[in-house]
């Protein structure tokens, strides 16, 4: 009886240290995730294209839940308004001092950092889309309060048609149907091999894709709907 009580004071040992050992290791990666998304500050010495950007430090920064028309790399053309939304955040953040404030998720498959980012009071997510440079990019896991803000500047920028809305809203893909998904926020043409894999309860439909965007909902990458500069 004495050999057995040893034995299985042993175990509950064991399995107490076991237990002690899983807790110390959740609380670091609690502490450590938390540590990750402080916010921090940096100077900004090179801006990449109209969301991206690069500290003095060499940490790149992907500005959250906006997106803007992209540069064209390996012989691709640019999109449409990628240079201008480029110098519009070069003119507004280059050689100053931005504090950044991480999401939840951290960074991205990229190994950039993507974050809030604030010029002094300013919040510059907001800016570039309230001057038409970028348009609200839903994500589940980012501030709904924040993607609330860039939802409201998007809609004030295409009632004012600013930036590139004045040319994207006169496209012919802008005024036809298109369907979204509930879940993920991201719209498809109406009869695309696509639009028809989203799950009935998920599916919203729309009138016009202008319609879509003012609910908060974007092209899927996938549509390539985005004009070329040369188109």
């Known amino acids: 009886m004495l050999?057995?009580?040893?034995?299985?004071?042993?175990?509950?040992?064991?399995?107490?240290?076991?237990?002690?050992?899983?807790?110390?290791?959740?609380?670091c990666i609690c502490?450590?995730?938390?540590?990750?998304?402080?916010?921090?500050?940096?100077?900004?010495?090179?801006?990449?294209?109209?969301?991206?950007?690069?500290?003095?430090?060499?940490?790149?920064?992907r500005i959250a839940s906006i997106d803007t028309p992209e540069v064209g790399r390996e012989g691709k053309p640019d999109q449409y308004y990628a240079k201008e939304s480029s110098e519009i955040l070069k003119e507004l953040?280059?050689?100053?001092?931005?504090?950044?404030?991480?999401?939840?998720?951290?960074?991205?498959?990229y190994g950039r950092t993507i974050g809030w980012v604030y010029l002094d009071n300013s919040f510059v997510n907001e800016i570039m889309v309230?001057?038409?440079?970028?348009?609200?990019?839903?994500?589940?896991?980012?501030?709904?309060?924040?993607?609330?803000?860039?939802?409201?500047?998007q809609r004030k920028a295409m009632s004012e048609v600013k930036g590139f809305w004045r040319k994207i809203s006169s496209l012919k893909d802008f005024n036809i149907k298109w369907v979204g998904n509930m879940r993920s926020r991201r719209c498809f043409r109406v009869g695309s091999n696509f639009?028809?894999?989203?799950?009935?309860?998920?599916?919203?439909?729309f009138s016009t894709?202008?319609?879509?965007?003012?609910?908060?909902?974007?092209?899927?990458?996938?549509?390539?709907?985005?004009?070329?500069?040369?188109?």
């Open 130 to 153: 309230e001057k038409g440079a970028a348009f609200f990019y839903f994500h589940p896991y980012n501030d709904s309060a924040k993607q609330d803000l860039l939802l409201q500047a």
């Open 3 to 27: 050999i057995r009580f040893y034995k299985n004071h042993d175990k509950q040992n064991g399995a107490n240290r076991s237990s002690v050992l899983f807790f110390c290791v959740v609380v």
């Open 31 to 61: 502490l450590f995730s938390a540590l990750n998304c402080e916010a921090f500050e940096g100077k900004v010495k090179h801006v990449i294209d109209g969301d991206t950007f690069v500290l003095e430090n060499n940490e790149t920064i």
């Open 93 to 109: 953040l280059l050689n100053k001092v931005v504090r950044v404030e991480p999401v939840k998720k951290g960074k991205d498959n």
């Open 209 to 231: 894709l202008g319609e879509a965007f003012m609910e908060g909902y974007t092209p899927a990458r996938a549509s390539k709907f985005w004009p070329n500069v040369t188109q």
């Open 195 to 205: 639009s028809v894999t989203i799950m009935n309860r998920n599916k919203v439909r």
